[in-house]
């Protein structure tokens, strides 16, 4: 493949190839439908920032949650401790 040919990671590889089958796909698919790239870059654009705040929205919560054990156990700790 032209990857290997730029001495780039296989992981590394593999996202670009999917980002560009993807585009590729959409691109065929606005050609098909008779839809505006424009249109449906927007919708790509849209839904990568909509994945994104759920994403941020998880690792809030995550980290909240780990925060909120973390100051219960060393409470219960010093509280245990203190006996």
Same mark, same amino acid.
Do not use: H
């Given at each position: 493949?032209?990857? +290997?040919?730029?001495? *780039?990671?296989?992981?590394? +590889? &593999? =996202? /670009? $190839?999917? =980002?560009? =089958?993807g &585009? *590729?796909?959409?691109?065929?698919?606005s050609?098909?439908q008779?839809?505006?790239?424009?249109? =449906? %870059?927007?919708?790509? !654009?849209? +839904?990568?920032? %909509?994945?994104?705040?759920? *994403?941020?929205c &998880? /690792?809030?919560i995550?980290?909240t %949650?780990?925060? $909120? &054990?973390?100051? !219960? $156990?060393? /409470?219960?700790k010093?509280? +245990?401790?203190?006996?």
């Amino acid at each position: 493949m032209i990857f +290997s040919l730029l001495k *780039i990671r296989k992981k590394t +590889s &593999a =996202i /670009l $190839a999917g =980002i560009t =089958i993807g &585009a *590729i796909c959409l691109w065929g698919v606005s050609y098909w439908q008779n839809i505006p790239p424009g249109e =449906i %870059f927007t919708i790509l !654009l849209s +839904s990568m920032v %909509f994945l994104l705040v759920i *994403i941020l929205c &998880a /690792l809030l919560i995550i980290a909240t %949650f780990k925060l $909120a &054990a973390r100051t !219960l $156990a060393n /409470l219960l700790k010093n509280t +245990s401790g203190d006996d």
